[in-house]
């Protein structure tokens, strides 16, 4: 299944300019739809919706905004009001990653996550999400992870608000599914976006050897499971393998190993 082609509808990606949302808003301009590009990062926005624009003739527009902060769900929904753009689709990818021991991590980190991950989604389905129901259509693509299903040492907090996302959206999709509304949550392994830092020739054999993806893969997966309807979305047979596997080693067992990693690096 390819992306369904448009020339009048929009779709608006949170985290637009680098990595898996690059390659969402790359391939949904490519299937003729009018974007919305959300990010932080002023200049790499107005480059990529130059390009966009001379390369697909499709509008983009852009909000460059700190979706870490109160209030960025409600701004952004307002500057679309005011561009007289309404999404039929938000695919809400904005994220950060870092690993780091619970006692040392500042505060300040932890709102950033909460924020990020949690409370500016929430806020983006439910105020797209109303606009779309009255519509009778639209679709919604939120961002998870497998980490959803493996807290760790040093990831305790990534992996606790990548499950909010998953429990979320299977919630919000049978709220939402009587008005047309189609809600999908993407749970991705190792994306090569550079945010590991490891080798690169390291990250060329994950790739090569299916542990890793490449945004551009996984952003054609999560959209195919997007326009299909799914509620959720596991790319990659060695993820789910390893879902699966996790959930039969002893809790106790699997933080001790992890932990043991964490150290080594």
């Given at each position: 299944?390819?992306?369904?082609t448009?020339?009048?509808?929009?779709a608006?990606?949170?985290?637009?300019?680098?990595?898996i949302?690059?390659?969402f808003s790359?391939?949904?301009a490519?299937?003729?739809?009018n974007?919305?590009?959300?990010?932080?990062?002023?200049d790499?926005?107005?480059?990529m919706?130059?390009?966009?624009?001379?390369?697909?003739?499709?509008?983009?527009?852009?909000?460059?905004?700190d979706?870490?902060?109160?209030?960025?769900?409600?701004?952004?929904?307002?500057?679309?009001?005011?561009?007289?753009?309404?999404?039929?689709?938000?695919?809400?990818?904005?994220?950060?990653?870092?690993?780091?021991?619970?006692?040392?991590?500042?505060?300040?980190?932890?709102?950033?996550?909460m924020?990020?991950?949690?409370?500016?989604?929430?806020r983006?389905?439910?105020?797209?999400?109303?606009?779309?129901?009255q519509?009778?259509?639209?679709?919604?693509?939120?961002?998870?992870?497998?980490c959803?299903w493996m807290?760790n040492?040093?990831?305790h907090?990534?992996a606790?608000?990548?499950?909010?996302?998953?429990?979320?959206?299977?919630?919000?999709?049978y709220?939402?599914?009587?008005?047309g509304?189609?809600?999908?949550?993407?749970?991705?392994?190792?994306?090569d976006?550079?945010?590991?830092?490891?080798?690169?020739?390291?990250?060329?054999?994950?790739?090569?050897?299916?542990?890793?993806?490449?945004?551009?893969?996984?952003?054609?997966?999560?959209?195919k499971?997007?326009?299909?309807?799914r509620?959720?979305?596991?790319?990659?047979?060695l993820?789910?393998?390893?879902?699966l596997?996790?959930?039969?080693?002893p809790?106790?067992?699997?933080?001790?190993?992890?932990?043991?990693?964490y150290?080594?690096?």
């Amino acid at each position: 299944m390819t992306i369904p082609t448009q020339h009048s509808k929009t779709a608006l990606v949170t985290g637009a300019t680098g990595g898996i949302g690059w390659a969402f808003s790359r391939q949904l301009a490519a299937a003729g739809y009018n974007l919305v590009a959300v990010s932080n990062q002023y200049d790499a926005l107005e480059s990529m919706a130059d390009n966009f624009r001379n390369r697909y003739g499709v509008d983009v527009q852009t909000i460059c905004i700190d979706l870490a902060t109160q209030g960025a769900a409600q701004e952004v929904f307002a500057r679309c009001e005011e561009l007289g753009m309404e999404p039929e689709v938000l695919i809400n990818n904005a994220g950060i990653f870092f690993f780091e021991q619970f006692q040392s991590l500042p505060m300040r980190r932890i709102n950033t996550m909460m924020e990020l991950h949690m409370n500016t989604p929430t806020r983006l389905c439910r105020l797209f999400g109303e606009q779309m129901a009255q519509k009778g259509r639209g679709y919604i693509l939120n961002i998870s992870s497998i980490c959803a299903w493996m807290p760790n040492p040093g990831l305790h907090l990534y992996a606790a608000t990548k499950e909010y996302v998953r429990s979320m959206s299977e919630g919000v999709r049978y709220d939402l599914m009587p008005y047309g509304v189609k809600v999908t949550a993407l749970c991705p392994g190792g994306v090569d976006t550079g945010l590991y830092n490891f080798p690169e020739k390291l990250v060329r054999g994950l790739v090569r050897w299916g542990i890793f993806t490449t945004p551009e893969k996984l952003a054609r997966r999560g959209l195919k499971a997007m326009f299909k309807g799914r509620k959720r979305v596991i790319p990659g047979v060695l993820n789910r393998l390893f879902i699966l596997l996790v959930s039969l080693v002893p809790t106790k067992m699997r933080l001790r190993i992890v932990s043991r990693i964490y150290k080594c690096n």
